[in-house]
């Protein structure tokens, strides 16, 4: 089962932005965009298991 905290805490350092300039990278973005994927699917799948 997927755990956003225990997800979370894998990239916290790369979410974590004090110089914004330098922006983030193709695959620290690559990587949120798959973590907000699943946790999308997991909140469908539970909300169609309460139905």
Not at 9 to 15: A, I, M, R, W
């Amino acid at each position: 089962m997927f755990k956003f905290e225990d997800e979370l805490e894998k990239f916290e350092k790369s979410l974590l932005a004090e110089d914004l300039e330098g922006g983030f990278s193709g695959n620290e973005v690559k990587d949120i965009l798959e973590i907000a994927k699943a946790l999308a699917r997991e909140q469908r799948r539970a909300g169609k298991e309460k139905a």
